[in-house]
Structures are given as C-alpha cells and as structure tokens.
C-alpha cells in the first residue's frame, strides 16, 4: 500500500471518531482534531469512558 492509502485510511478514521463524538462536549470538529492530533484509537477510548453531554440521570 502507499502512504495515500494509509492517510486515507487513517483520516476515515479520524472522521469515524469524529462522529462518535458529536454527542460530547466537544463535538465533531474539536473531536476530529484531536483524533488527527494523537490518534483516534486514544480518543475513541476517551470518548467511550466519558458520558454524553445530555444524558438524564437518575
């Protein structure tokens, strides 16, 4: 493979992460970033021990 494909790889990835996020306090874009930023396995992990900004409590 060549390094267009890995980017290519990699930024869907981000983009998928990305979109987990839009439920957070950061949303898509800053989640993206960051995704871009360190990498978007780290940030999935974040994003799946933090909660949702408008989850109900009970």
Same mark, same amino acid.
Do not use: D, E, H, K
């Given at each position: 493979?060549? +390094?267009?494909? #890995?980017?290519? =790889? #990699?930024?869907?990835?981000?983009?998928?992460? +990305?979109?987990?996020?839009?439920? !957070? !306090?950061?949303?898509? *874009?800053?989640?993206? =970033?960051?995704? =871009? =930023?360190? $990498? &978007?396995?780290?940030?999935?992990?974040?994003? *799946?021990? $933090?909660? &949702?900004?408008?989850?109900? !409590?009970?």
């Amino acid at each position: 493979m060549t +390094g267009a494909a #890995y980017a290519l =790889i #990699y930024l869907t990835f981000c983009v998928l992460v +990305g979109l987990c996020g839009t439920q !957070r !306090r950061l949303g898509f *874009l800053a989640t993206f =970033i960051a995704s =871009i =930023i360190v $990498t &978007p396995v780290v940030v999935l992990v974040i994003l *799946l021990l $933090t909660a &949702p900004t408008n989850s109900s !409590r009970l």
